[in-house]
């Protein structure tokens, strides 16, 4: 059970807690401390409150985020962050086992702040109650409100106690039902199967996207089978993973699994977290590895070998016979319906060899990495196109990678610096495909796809680099400056920055977390960036730039108001038939309003509204919602419902807007034109060990190309053996 009634029950002890820290010596308090922004700690706090609705509800400040980020990007995928905090909550870190390995499972975590807590524990027992948490070194208030969700403070299991293991089984049906004719319609299955025992451990994900038959011809029943066995040991072999896996390493140069908190202005801090090697779980079908990963040794000095050899999707080039020459680019999304889906579909081998090295002690630590990567097929861009300059083509990537981490006071410094070398090309010949060597731009620029011949080390390298101050406990800074060469590849990459990809970006991005008054909390952040080469849309260099500007009030346990404002411009050209392309900057701006009550400990009413404005086409939108969830005393039953009301001038001043769902699953629908959005939601928990979920979305469409009604059913049943 999930820490609750144990936690902090009130905002006035929040707050006591930080005039508590404020009052102490540095050196009682000890360093690094991991502030974070008011709008998760306040979310953390509404989740801490008597009864179990607020305990269930997710992260309010993630899931506001999610939508920023996926109006200003249609290419972000939150998907595998938001389903690896799922798994924290179904299997909440037990911190009073001592263990450094559990405790780490808390991925926002350094390295330090894990040592520290394992070792408090293991000196004074376990821990009663969140308030001695927030007064270890390097801990404070937020950053133990952002663990509440998923931690447990039950008393560690004796010693030598005898456990036949927990099996957790998820199976998900969903199924959409249009009044036209649409690829979207069909039904999506996905099942999940986890089991842990002493030191093994094995899952196993199988999904079908709708229109995805199941079928086992040329195929393992499923369209995506997913799956790894997992050894954690506790002498110099650390950790053994077969099957699929993901790693994060430094500050995620070369290696993020959560790839998507790059794009997180308002984040809590610009530095990633711990580096780790994981069970890969998610239903992400191309980001990730296959094969096998050895962790060796410890947080202070070990080491991280991987092996992967995994089938991803890819754009195929033919030559006049239809042999598979190349491929022009990758395809995401995962779903494989059309024949162009089909086609692509595992037709990419990617190989992958890599090794990282850390070291360090108690206020310094350091790692370099190093992989190669080998493709079935080599990668051939159309170069006649401007933002394929810096493509990458060949079919071998070499990738080198150095971070530091430094200090534990109260300025923490980190930084990364990487590299990115690639092969030459291999089986054009014969094909109308370009060699390496052709200068299809006319341009022979140096540092170029077409003129590059050699290694250029000056256009294939990237450093961030950043500092984390807090100068009292009511406020924490955070700067990061980064630099990405337009040449520089990385394709499991996934660095603090506003674009896409893994190259072309120059910016400088600062924030402040403020509690500026009792129950009021701010966070203002800004981000500006230069994208120096073209990129798609925009055929000359350009720049960009966001804010975001946040505020929270909560004058009593039970209510809190939050509003936002945030702004993104960014240049593209210009539309236009014939003639040099001009550059215009779009910007769009947002307003937010989020009213939350709850009464009893089992109703909890939301209010939202929101505002987009567009320019300079001067579109707006306008979206207003109403949800309501309630927990039945006298029987194990939950309801949600939301009704939301959407009127905008077209797609780009869409607005996002989140809804509970299933476990293990997250829905953020877009709304634009004139559309009403609802849906209702019952959940039976009869045991602790079972629940059942039913849901229900009903959208009706006017006056644009989602005309018509829409709706889905999903079902789902999670058992605990």
């Not at 690896?84 to 991925?107: C, H, M, Q, T």
């Not at 419902?641 to 001043?653: E, I, P, V």
């Amino acid at each position: 059970m999930v820490a609750q009634m144990n936690c902090l029950c009130s905002v006035d002890n929040i707050i006591m807690l930080n005039e508590i820290s404020d009052e102490l010596p540095e050196h009682n308090l000890g360093s690094g401390k991991n502030h974070l922004s008011f709008s998760i700690a306040l979310v953390v706090i509404m989740a801490l409150l008597p009864g179990r609705l607020l305990c269930q509800e997710e992260n309010l400040a993630i899931k506001e985020s999610v939508e920023e980020i996926l109006a200003l990007s249609e290419d972000a995928d939150p998907a595998a962050m938001l389903e690896e905090l799922e798994e924290l909550k179904e299997s909440p870190v037990k911190i009073n086992s001592g263990d450094a390995k559990e405790i780490s499972r808390l991925f926002f975590l350094t390295e330090f702040q894990v040592m520290v807590l394992a070792d408090h524990v293991k000196k004074n027992g376990s821990a009663v109650t969140l308030y001695e948490l927030a007064l270890l070194p390097a801990f404070d208030r937020n950053t133990v409100l952002l663990m509440a969700p998923y931690i447990s403070l039950e008393p560690a299991s004796p010693k030598g106690s005898k456990s036949y293991g927990r099996t957790l089984v998820t199976l998900t049906a969903s199924a959409r039902f249009n009044d036209d004719e649409s690829d979207t319609e069909g039904i999506r299955s996905l099942l999940k199967v986890k089991h842990e025992q002493g030191s093994f451990s094995f899952g196993l994900t199988a999904e079908n996207d709708p229109g995805e038959s199941f079928t086992f011809k040329n195929a393992p029943g499923s369209d995506f089978l997913s799956g790894y066995i997992q050894y954690e040991g506790k002498g110099i072999i650390n950790r053994i993973i077969a099957g699929d896996f993901a790693v994060r390493a430094g500050e995620g140069l070369l290696f993020n699994s959560s790839r998507w908190m790059g794009s997180w202005l308002s984040s809590p801090s610009f530095m990633s977290g711990r580096s780790v090697s994981s069970p890969y779980t998610s239903t992400e079908e191309n980001n990730f590895f296959r094969g096998i990963s050895l962790t060796l040794g410890s947080m202070n000095a070990g080491a991280v070998l991987l092996a992967s050899s995994n089938k991803i999707d890819a754009r195929l080039l033919f030559a006049e016979d239809s042999t598979a020459t190349g491929v022009s680019n990758l395809v995401s999304g995962g779903i494989h319906t059309t024949v162009s889906q089909l086609g692509a579909r595992n037709s990419l081998k990617e190989t992958v060899a890599g090794l990282r090295l850390t070291a360090g002690a108690e206020k310094v630590r350091g790692g370099v990495t190093a992989a190669a990567t080998w493709f079935s097929l080599p990668f051939i861009p159309d170069l006649t196109e401007p933002e394929n300059i810096h493509a990458f083509a060949g079919d071998r990537l070499l990738n080198l990678a150095a971070d530091i981490r430094a200090g534990t006071g109260s300025v923490l410094f980190f930084a990364e610096a990487g590299l990115g070398l690639s092969g030459p090309l291999t089986g054009t010949a014969g094909t109308d495909n370009p060699g390496p060597q052709t200068d299809t731009t006319g341009t022979d620029l140096s540092g170029t796809v077409s003129a590059r011949g050699g290694l250029n080390l000056s256009d294939s390298w990237a450093a961030t680099a950043g500092l984390r101050v807090k100068p009292s406990g009511r406020i924490t800074f955070n700067i990061l400056a980064r630099h990405f060469a337009p040449g520089y590849i990385a394709f499991h990459s996934g660095a603090f920055k506003a674009g896409s990809g893994s190259g072309n970006e120059t910016g400088l991005s600062a924030s402040v977390h403020l509690e500026a008054a009792r129950h009021l909390f701010i966070t203002a952040a800004a981000d500006h960036y230069r994208i120096p080469w073209p990129r798609y849309r925009s055929s000359s260099p350009s720049f960009g730039s966001r804010i975001e500007i946040k505020g929270e009030y909560v004058p009593r346990d039970n209510t809190s108001l939050r509003l936002s404002w945030t702004s993104s411009s960014r240049e593209y050209d210009a539309t236009a038939e014939t003639g040099t392309a001009v550059s215009v900057t779009h910007t769009r701006q947002q307003l937010g309003l989020v009213f939350d009550i709850s009464m009893a400990g089992t109703l909890r009413l939301t209010t939202r509204a929101s505002a987009s404005f567009i320019t300079p086409s001067r579109e707006k939108g306008y979206l207003l919602s109403q949800d309501f969830s309630y927990s039945f005393r006298s029987v194990p039953l939950k309801l949600w419902f939301r009704y939301a009301l959407c009127s905008t001038g077209g797609w780009d001043s869409r607005l996002y807007a989140w809804e509970n769902d299933l476990l293990s699953s997250f829905s953020v629908p877009a709304l634009y034109g004139e559309m009403t959005r609802s849906f209702i939601m019952l959940s039976w928990k009869p045991t602790d060990r079972i629940e059942a979920r039913v849901k229900y979305g009903y959208t009706l469409a006017g006056n644009n190309s989602a005309t018509g009604i829409r709706q889905e059913v999903k079902g789902q049943v999670r058992i605990v053996f």
